[in-house]
């Protein structure tokens, strides 16, 4: 695995009563997340998958965790042909038991973890909040927020072992606004926003960040759900121009433009950053 190699800079910076300043600040050369072992939840698929490449290629070695045994093989043999670390492991990340699995599955493979990136997700049912089954909310909420929870509990203390960590949790941008449609879903997402925040307040003095990502409509299996869902090709193609239409820039994401961001608050270069939820919408809240 390629080295992250630090190095000072230095820079000179002159002020307006031109006394000189000089500013010492440290430059990573090398991958952006070298050195660093990463799980990430729900990447057998879409957004979670992009992101698990990524890291990979940023010199990450990374735990696979999805529900889907299979997809997450199969994402963890991607990165392995590429010459990356990868494991894979089944988990769903609403059981408490699965959760300690595959925290352990991580810990045992790279020696710890540096990283927890939560983008397991269901999408739940279309309607209004009160028009969902009881079932569907419970299941929404199991999967989207205490999943979350979940997989925090058992990061945190792996974190501290060493001296700090980064979480990022994958919300939306009906995580930030309200959604007609996606009842339980945007309220499950409202819920990781202020779940981010909550835990970035509680860990700061541990060196443990946590922010959220909060994409807009993204190209994924997910997504391609719903377009799917409709009874006829024009009836997709409507519903697609229309999520298409959400958005100023007139596309749909692409999950390597969510991995992007989380690539940012995952690595170093965020140092700063905490409590922040970020959205990846196409300017979709702007
Ligand atoms: P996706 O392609 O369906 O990927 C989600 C993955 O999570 C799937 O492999 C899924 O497995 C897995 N999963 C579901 N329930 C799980 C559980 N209980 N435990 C572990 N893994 C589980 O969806 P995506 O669009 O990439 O979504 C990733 C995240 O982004 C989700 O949190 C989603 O809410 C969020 N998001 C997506 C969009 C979008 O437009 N795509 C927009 C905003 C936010 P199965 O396929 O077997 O269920």
Request: charged share 20%; aromatic share 4%; hydrophobic share 45%.
């Amino acid at each position: 695995m390629a080295k992250t190699r630090t190095v000072s800079a230095k820079a000179k910076v002159m002020s307006t009563d031109h006394v000189q300043v000089m500013q010492t600040w440290p430059v990573q050369h090398g991958p952006r997340l070298g050195g660093k072992s990463a799980l990430i939840t729900g990447a057998g698929s879409g957004i979670g998958k992009a992101i698990a490449l990524l890291f990979a290629k940023e010199g990450a070695a990374v735990c696979i965790a999805d529900v889907d045994g299979k997809a997450a093989g199969r994402t963890a043999a991607a990165i392995a042909a590429s010459g990356g670390q990868a494991v894979a492991v089944r988990a769903d990340v609403s059981k408490a038991r699965d959760v300690g699995r595959m925290t352990r599955t991580c810990v045992k493979q790279f020696g710890g973890m540096d990283v927890l990136v939560c983008a397991a997700g269901v999408r739940g049912p279309t309607g209004a909040l009160i028009d969902a089954a009881e079932a569907d909310w419970d299941r929404v909420f199991s999967v989207n927020a205490k999943g979350m929870y979940l997989c925090a509990k058992h990061a945190i203390p792996e974190m501290r072992q060493r001296g700090g960590g980064a979480i990022v949790n994958i919300a939306s941008v009906v995580g930030l606004v309200g959604s007609k449609m996606l009842g339980p879903y945007s309220a499950s997402k409202g819920a990781a926003v202020l779940m981010s925040r909550t835990m970035a307040l509680n860990h700061a003095k541990e060196n443990i960040r946590v922010n959220c990502v909060c994409p807009g409509s993204t190209e994924t299996p997910m997504l391609f759900g719903t377009f799917a869902r409709q009874p006829t090709l024009e009836d997709r193609r409507v519903v697609r121009d229309r999520y298409v239409g959400y958005h100023p820039l007139g596309r749909l994401g692409k999950p390597r433009e969510i991995a992007n961001a989380v690539l940012f608050l995952a690595s170093d270069e965020a140092s700063f950053v905490t409590g922040v939820a970020l959205p990846v919408d196409g300017g979709r809240t702007a």
